[in-house]
């Protein structure tokens, strides 16, 4: 078949590093616009939830753009066909009805919109035309980097990836070019931005300032970068904009609470570039630095006069309350952490988005100590069932599996229709030799979420495990539609058909898996297989 032709001197050149420099994009002339860091930016947004960019992008109307989106994530993952019209026949004002809340936890996945993939409906409705995925530095620092983001993050962790998609990445100098889910697409990092030659729609997750990497997804205590180091790179690229969106991005664990001073202190970089450094600004960094070096006293000092600065901030007075603590005034930092919630209620969730941020560092036994903290703090709330089901999660991947699986049933009384605690729990089950009652929970999350490409996956490889042929090759072939690049449900799907008696089928699957991974020990042991049997795969 052609398609094989055409893969392997991809992933030959995937492998091997490109010298071939960055393109140029665009060349539309759109709106009334200003230069990053040179002109005001008066179209400011800066929201929570990063899905909230979608809303506003609606609202102003904005069609036909390239979106420049600096991300820990690519936002770019699938939805239905059915949520994208419910997206596209909605008003504006309509709108904050269908967006998911990151701590949802029921059956709703699929038929809203959400932060990992609220790009996707933008794309289709014709609001995005092109993609630049401004990554954090070091994400892809070196050839293997390049592979390891194509392939673990654009192909393996997304959707409804065709073959020919993924056929379509390619490296360019040290940026990644290509198309997905019919979006075309160029990964760089900022420093290998290229020349935009129209007015974008600037679009930035300040997660990107707390992300180490975009492909460990590991979240920094601190920020690895200032905002007026990135505005910056943007001036001296010239970008031109008339929209920029915001996300502050706390809920989830992505941006610690005491960074959130990086998102006014962007709007104030946008709106007034020539602005001087303002004097809470000045206190902050010299509290830091206090800090930095053990002066606790001092520390709360200057945190304090960034307070009587801005008495509205409330990330200064929690990283008051944070100082006052390591100094040992109990008391104070118990009123001025009082205080910050009362100006941002999502802090007195602190504990919850802490626990998150251990949960991506896979720190799983700390992680596991700040969400029962939480819960003894919280036991009941509007969040209970996501501590629980992270809790859970923790257990599980700490090998506590019995005490994961209480941890899991008592979630799954409060969301019975949260597909991935029911896939989880089902897991757990399987490894105990419960296969009868995690093919249950598994046929229960097919039903919530059908499609979703790791429920059959998981049914099939049940199935399978039980004995039952015939139902996993259904399912197993379901989820190899859905996620046509995924080696592993190809390996389980031959392994199927072989002990169906059809050899030659699952020689079209060893194929397929061989190209996309060609040195996969497990995919070449079951070709010398087929081999022997007379089927060349």
Not at 208 to 228: H, L
Not at 390 to 416: F, H, K, S, V
Request: charged share 25%; with cysteine; aromatic share 6%.
């Amino acid at each position: 078949m052609r398609l094989f032709s055409r893969l392997l001197p991809v992933l030959v050149l995937l492998l091997g590093g490109c010298s071939e420099p960055l393109p140029t994009v665009g060349g539309k002339v759109v709106g009334d616009s200003g230069e990053v860091g040179v002109d005001s930016i008066r179209a400011v947004r800066l929201f929570e939830n990063h899905s909230t960019a979608l809303i506003e992008w609606r609202r102003a109307g904005v069609r036909d753009r390239v979106l420049v989106h600096l991300d820990g994530h690519s936002d770019l993952d699938w939805l239905p066909d059915i949520t994208v019209s419910r997206i596209a026949a909605a008003r504006p004002d309509e709108l904050p009805a269908l967006e998911l809340h990151p701590y949802t936890m029921d059956g709703t996945a699929l038929s809203r919109f959400g932060i990992w993939n609220f790009i996707y409906p933008a794309a289709r409705m014709g609001i995005v035309r092109e993609l630049v995925w401004v990554v954090p530095d070091g994400s892809l620092g070196d050839a293997e980097s390049v592979v390891r983001m194509a392939r673990e993050i654009l192909v393996g962790k997304l959707e409804m990836v065709s073959v020919d998609e993924a056929l379509s990445l390619r490296p360019v100098g040290r940026a990644i070019q290509g198309e997905i889910l019919g979006v075309p697409i160029l990964v760089c990092e900022i420093g290998d931005l290229p020349a935009i030659h129209e007015p974008v729609l600037l679009d930035v997750d300040l997660d990107y300032f707390t992300t180490g990497s975009a492909i460990s997804q590991e979240v920094t205590a601190e920020p690895w970068i200032t905002p007026r180091a990135v505005l910056d790179v943007l001036q001296k690229k010239q970008i031109r904009t008339d929209l920029v969106t915001l996300s502050y991005s706390t809920i989830g664990g992505f941006l610690p609470p005491g960074s959130r001073w990086i998102g006014p202190a962007l709007v104030r970089g946008l709106r007034n570039p020539r602005a001087d450094l303002p004097d809470g600004d000045r206190a902050r960094m010299e509290a830091q630095e206090a800090m930095e070096a053990g002066h606790d006293g001092r520390a709360a000092e200057l945190f304090s006069e960034w307070t009587r600065v801005e008495p509205e901030s409330a990330c200064a007075w929690f990283s008051y309350a944070a100082a006052l603590q390591n100094a040992g005034r109990q008391d104070e930092a118990v009123a001025a952490r009082r205080q910050a919630v009362a100006l941002d209620p999502i802090l007195a969730h602190e504990a919850l988005f802490s626990a998150d941020r251990l949960w991506f560092n896979r720190q799983y036994g700390a992680a596991l100590a700040e969400y029962e903290r939480y819960l003894d703090r919280l036991p009941v709330g509007p969040f209970t069932a996501y501590a629980l089901r992270r809790q859970g999660g923790c257990l599980m991947r700490l090998n506590r599996d019995a005490e994961a699986m209480t941890i899991y049933r008592r979630m799954l009384e409060l969301a019975p229709d949260h597909g991935d605690s029911l896939l989880d729990l089902a897991i757990l089950l399987r490894e105990s030799g419960d296969l009868p009652g995690a093919l249950e929970l598994l046929r229960q999350a097919r039903e919530v979420l059908p499609d979703r490409s790791n429920y059959a996956r998981a049914l099939g490889t049940t199935y399978l495990m039980n004995g039952e042929v015939q139902p996993a090759i259904a399912e197993l072939s379901a989820a190899a539609e859905q996620k046509p690049t995924s080696v592993i449900i190809r390996r389980n799907l031959a392994i199927a058909l072989i002990q169906d008696n059809r050899p030659a089928e699952a020689a079209d699957q060893i194929r397929i898996a061989l190209l996309l991974e060609p040195g996969n020990p497990a995919i070449r042991q079951i070709a010398r297989q087929l081999q022997r049997a007379g089927v060349q795969p």
